[in-house]
């Protein structure tokens, strides 16, 4: 065997999982173009992005943790929060929009971190401090609005989540910002933790600070999808976060994420997440009841992570 054929088929092997996604996804979405023949218009592309667009930055907050051996739980409510924070803080001016989404983002940057500096200092299981913290952001969110109310600028909403892909194009800037941090010590000091925690800290690199920023991250993240939610429904809902904890880990499965960290890559959490946005456009299109969408996603995280053992036994 030629050495370039030799790298061909290490390449298949690392990445068959992840081809077979998009293959899966290309036949979705072919389903989805003949159920919804508006899809490849300009509005029929911004409608199905603003459902989308949420789901997938949910995914890629929940697969930053995951790479490095954890889970957020507490991504559900932090999108709450940010959604109510939003709605409660952002003004009609431009300023005031600016100044109020960029507090909502801060309040849960600072959550996520403080979630992480537990896991990282105290080294208590991410699983239980994160659904403990999930508990006190709810309620949090409750405080700040106890029912859905608040308001967020027409102007705002139209902007976001109107007849124009933008959601399209804030993806587009996340990644690029990712890309961007992967460069820097720090992105690669948080790739090396995930990789191999143990190794990366005999090489010096700080473990515990990786862990918390990579929380912040996630935290931020969160919050930013709950503002785009407020902007979308034109007001703030404390608890309209709860399906995104089971999207998020769904969308991460799919995309080849393990749950043990180091394992998958961004690439599969936003092709995973898009995946599953087609999914659940397509079964509501077929009349499938909302019940019938937690039903598969459940499933789909058990036949994943079955597939993966399978194949790496």
């Known amino acids: ?46 409608r199905f992005t603003q459902n ?50 960029a507090l909502a983002v801060g309040v849960g940057a600072v959550i996520g971190g403080t979630v992480g500096a537990i896991v990282a200092l105290l080294r208590i299981p991410a699983i239980v401090v994160t ?6 952001i709810g309620g949090i969110a409750l405080l700040v609005m106890p029912r859905p109310g608040g308001h967020v600028p027409a102007w705002l909403s139209d902007g976001l989540a109107g007849e124009t892909p933008t959601a399209l194009v804030l993806l587009l800037c996340l990644l690029v910002a990712w890309r961007i941090l992967q460069a820097t010590p720090l992105g690669q000091d948080i790739n090396a933790a995930g990789n191999n925690p143990h190794g990366a800290f005999r090489s010096g690199v700080n473990v515990a600070r990786a862990r918390i920023v990579a929380y912040a991250i996630s935290g931020a993240l969160s919050a930013f999808a709950g503002v785009y939610v407020a902007a979308q429904t034109g007001s703030g809902d404390p608890i309209i976060g709860g399906p ?50 937690y039903i598969a996603k459940g499933l789909i995280i058990v036949v994943a992570m079955g597939l993966r053992l399978l194949r790496e036994r």
């Open 244 to 293: 995104f904890i089971l999207d998020s880990i769904t969308a991460a499965v799919l995309g080849g994420v393990g749950f043990l960290g180091g394992i998958g890559a961004f690439r599969g959490a936003i092709a995973g997440s898009l995946l599953l946005a087609v999914m659940i456009n397509v079964m509501f299109f077929l009349g499938f009841p909302p019940v019938a969408q």
């Open 131 to 136: 659904l403990a913290a999930s508990f006190i």
């Open 1 to 46: 065997m030629t050495g370039a054929a030799l790298q061909l088929r290490l390449l298949w092997q690392r990445n068959a999982g992840l081809y077979g996604l998009y293959l899966l996804l290309i036949a979705l979405l072919a389903v989805y173009a003949w159920l919804h023949p508006g899809l490849l218009s300009v509005a029929g592309v911004a």
């Open 52 to 101: 989308w667009f949420p789901i997938a930055v949910v995914a890629l907050a929940q697969t930053l943790i995951m790479l490095m051996g954890g889970i957020d739980l507490a991504i559900g409510a932090t999108v709450s929060l940010g959604c109510v924070l939003a709605a409660s803080w952002i003004g009609d001016s431009y300023g005031g929009a600016a100044l109020g989404i």
